[in-house]
């Protein structure tokens, strides 16, 4: 996960669009940003702020998979803890309350990101869908001197919803008349198709035929009931709701993905899964660092100094492994986000051991292993396979 | 990307990053004698709740989940911890139930707005993790190495 979204960053940081002088200035914005002191307060309306603003924004646009990292972020430690050890306690986790269900919901919503995620392109579509719909729903109340066009429309609109009766009415109006084609009438296709049934739709309303679906929009006083429902004004009160709600849950279709459910039940409770997958995502990358190294390193050099933790000419080691001893006593999260910082990584001791014998053969020094050995660390957590 | 969705992730993006910088700065909240996991578990609170509001204000107040969730903010703030869940709709049960504690201000509203705010926040949140993960990237890659 890391190096890739390396590549990225640094891909949108060399783009062409940038020139030099702002790019050092996108970099001295980050390091105020990183908390060191700053003398004067920098003003975020300026330009500098904005150019930061395009690097982001563009590394954000270029790397549609870079959200696949926050999935497998999800889906790594929190899969390994509860696979290793089922008798974790969640409150040492302090991230979910649940953890098979936020397994479930990232390995569920996974390929959708992977996949790039082109939420606002759906959405374009859903938007020309709905005023395509309005407008038909306008143009048909205007034109036709009856509810025919409209009820025909309006069957579309629920078939979505209950397709069996939907089945029907092409059996019924293709009877009728001629201008109907059953194949492309279902589902998006119903707004055309409805434009297009309209004009021959007149005779067979004509000749009384039933058949037809729901009836009465907005500002039609006249209504042409199904066979055998009534027409008081709470039935269609109620049916006018119910249209509202299924083209509410159509457009919500187009936003959530593995969004090709038919049920009503099934599709909420899809919705519900996404968004409860989103906000959890915002909750791991909250607890991300997110620049803030040096609001943390202040703070481990107070605790060190505060208490006598035996002898202050200990090696860095040293001091780096009571820092995450006692830090794992009280939360698991912010020891891997402290030992993260670092660029530290925990592990058994025998794949520790594997990785420096291999190491050393092949190169005398390796400046970038840094392994943390001895001490009361290593030995709690030889069995479990804790990793970032 | 429509020119909606861009405007609103630049305007989220903007905020985000101010009030990041915020929490970033060592200020008297972060040098105070507690231990460092509490610190780094308050801090991930802080910028969960600054990334919500954020997106929030972005998103402007035309629309009910973004009022709701701006007075519960305010609310929070002043430390009265008063849960704001007067129920409109009397607590239904299922899975429109389990939506309408997800949407924020959804236990008021009816099923037909619920369904429309659902999607505008469902919109939202996915530029907010958008965003995110692209901030997350940017620190760690520019930081690390």
């Given amino acids: 996960m890391q190096p890739c979204s390396r590549e990225m960053a640094a891909g949108g940081l060399n783009s062409p669009t940038t020139t030099t002088p702002s790019h050092q200035f996108q970099l001295h914005d980050l390091h105020q940003i990183h908390g060191g002191h700053h003398t004067h307060h920098f003003d975020p309306s300026s330009a500098s702020a904005d150019d930061f603003l395009d690097q982001i924004l563009s590394s954000a646009a270029s790397s549609p998979w870079s959200s696949a990292a926050a999935a497998d972020l999800i889906k790594s430690p929190w899969a390994d803890l509860a696979a290793g050890d089922s008798t974790h306690d969640d409150n040492n986790n302090g991230f979910f309350n649940d953890d098979p269900a936020a397994i479930n919901l990232a390995s569920k919503f996974r390929h959708h990101q992977i996949n790039g995620g082109d939420t606002n392109n759906n959405h374009n579509n859903d938007n020309k869908m709905m005023l395509q719909q309005q407008l038909l729903m306008a143009s048909a109340a205007a034109a036709a001197g009856d509810g025919a066009p409209l009820s025909l429309f309006n069957g579309f609109g629920s078939g979505s919803i209950q397709p069996q009766q939907h089945f029907h009415h092409p059996a019924t109006q293709g009877a009728g008349g001629g201008a109907m084609q059953p194949g492309q009438s279902f589902g998006a296709g119903g707004g055309q198709s409805g434009a297009a049934a309209s004009p021959g739709k007149s005779q067979p309303q004509a000749s009384g035929s039933t058949g037809g679906a729901a009836t009465a929009s907005q500002g039609k006083p006249r209504v042409r009931a199904r066979r055998g429902q009534a027409t008081d004004p709470h039935s269609i009160a109620e049916r006018l709701r119910r249209e509202r709600i299924a083209e509410r849950m159509k457009s919500l279709q187009e936003l959530v993905p593995n969004a090709n459910k038919t049920d009503k039940a099934s599709m909420l409770d899809e919705i519900i899964d996404y968004v409860k997958f989103l906000q959890l995502q915002v909750k791991v990358l909250s607890m991300s660092r997110l620049g803030g190294a040096g609001a943390i390193a202040p703070l481990v050099t107070n605790d060190m100094s505060s208490e006598a933790n035996g002898g202050g000419s200990e090696s860095s080691m040293t001091m780096t492994e009571q820092q995450v001893a006692k830090l794992m006593e009280e939360d698991m999260g912010s020891a891997m986000q402290y030992l993260q910082g670092k660029g530290l990584c925990l592990m058994p001791i025998s794949l520790a051991t594997a990785i420096s014998t291999a190491t050393c053969r092949n190169q005398p020094s390796s400046p970038n292993l840094s392994v943390l050995t001895g001490g009361d660390v290593a030995v709690k957590d030889s069995t479990s396979a804790t990793k970032p | ?145």
């Fill in chain 2, 1 to 145: 990307m429509s020119a909606t969705t861009e405007q609103l992730e630049r305007n989220f993006t903007h905020r985000f990053l101010t009030s990041l910088r915020r929490i970033n700065s060592p200020d008297s909240k972060t040098t105070t004698t507690h231990a460092a996991g509490l610190v780094i578990r308050r801090r991930s609170l802080r910028i969960k709740r600054a990334a919500y509001s954020s997106m929030a204000r972005a998103a402007g107040s035309h629309r009910a989940w973004t009022r709701a969730l701006l007075s519960r903010a305010r609310s929070q703030r002043r430390r009265q911890q008063h849960d704001v869940h007067r129920r409109r709709q009397g607590r239904e049960m299922g899975r429109a139930g389990k939506l309408r504690g997800l949407v924020p201000g959804g236990s008021r509203m009816e099923m037909g707005q619920l369904l429309e705010e659902t999607a505008h926040y469902v919109q939202c949140l996915a530029v907010q993790v958008r965003v995110m993960q692209a901030v997350a990237d940017h620190f760690s890659s520019s930081s690390s190495m």
